[in-house]
DNA sequence: GCAACGGTTACGCGGCGTCATTGTCT
DNA sequence: TAGACAATGACGCCGCGTAACCGTTG
């Protein structure tokens, strides 16, 4: 009662084709349960219509073809606590492809409605992006200000390079900016990267910067395009419910800026 | 003021290796400012920190290296409409990607669920699954019947059977089940693939069954495993909100049986 | 003898990662 | 001179598709 099929026959039931099943048997996904000794030929079961049903559904959730085989080939010795987790791992691989399609998708429709709202305003699909950003040890110096006012961070800057043995100084500069809650005060905070060797002196703050999740742009190192950034970059955090987690990083690459805000919940 | 890098260096600071700098270098995506005429070695400026990370947010949403290169290399010279094309094309891709991902999650969270609630019963992940069936061209005997009765379809079988000329039969054997509508009479419906000559008689109705979208499950060819199997499809189909799109179909394989249901709007 | 199948091996795709080997900088 | 960095090139990964070439079936 049990029929016996040949590759392309079974291919054809089943819906793939006779290569995917040539390399499930070379995987030892699914063997032939006969393979003619003389000509080669598999030979394959109905039973195995319903093998193959399940791994293509499980291929279908993402699973990798390794990780179908460990999967079939233990069924039934399986204990429920096992399944639970491997179910539990697709879970979270399928809500991490969701969510990783989710946030451009909200970007993308962004894009189109501002390309109708403001036809010229618009530069480009996505100026904001996020990234993950690696940790450094930096020495500062902080001052507040009432508003911004460039020539005081300049002199700040200033001040800490002189202070700083040049031999320890890295590859990146710029300036960290935060806002005192319940006032307009703004607190600059230039800082140059640092190796560990820098020893620790009272002229400047000695500091690691933590590793960040933060959204971040790119802008020319003039006012004008610095204050654009900031604002593109507040309004992208907003649109997402985001919130900040630690003070802005503005860095300096010669006539480059890159502004960074730290976010929470990563 | 411009900055100049090296490829370690520059690789650092945008966050990639420069494994992907050269090999965006050989696809031409982003050209190194200079290269050293005598040590081949690559110099990237601080203003390709931006359109590096324009490619990277590209690439985010899923556009192949060469889809970004033609976009970045006409980035200005592109039309409204152009630009309106691409990120349309780059939304069904995304959206394409978000529905096959939610799909299985819905499936994987019914099969957690169903794993705690008679965590006994539970056979497999997905034993419903979702696939485009091909259409056959059949010939087929009709009968109405007041519930399930086996022998009166294995009757209408061997009518069929002796009425057809058996060159003309193809592989395929099965039965069409539909439900009178306000009524609990069943039609059951079996019939054979055959190939395009076979004439049209009386004895038999020939048509051609539709190519469908259908959910699908397989199991052992006995009553007590149909009705198990009709019944998982049945509820698989409420749980998604799906509508029945023609009569159901139970294709026999020997000691299996493959129950499909036609599903509408695909 | 011919078409339609089956077999195997080898190469391609995309987006790099991972050597291995050689040359260059400090 | 050492050791970090640069260059190039070859191969690996995944899930097959495609092609080439040859044997089997009906």
Redesign the interface.
Known sequence: ???QYRIG?FAE?A?VSSKTLRHYDRLGLLRPVAVDARTRYRCYS??Q??EL??I???R???LSLPQIRSFVQR?GRMS?AD??T???R??QN??H??Q???R??T???A??NR?IDI?GAWT???SV?M????GMRIASLRAEMEGYVEADVVRLERELLTALPSEFIG??RGVLWQRRPDSDTLIAEPFFEVNHALPRRSFYELKDLPPVMAA????D?DDYAASEAYQAINSWMSARDLSLGGPKRELC????L?IQAPLTGF
Chains 1, 2 share one sequence.
Do not use: K, W
């Open positions: 009662m049990a029929m026959e039931l819906g109905s039973a219509l319903r049903s399940t293509l559904a499980l279908e959730l993402g069924t429920h399944r639970r491997l179910l539990l697709i879970r399928l809500q492809t969701i990783s399609a989710t451009p998708l970007d993308v429709d894009a189109l390309e036809s480009g699909p996505v992006v990234r993950r950003r690696p590859a990146i971040s742009t790119y802008c190192n690459f010669g006539d480059m890159e």
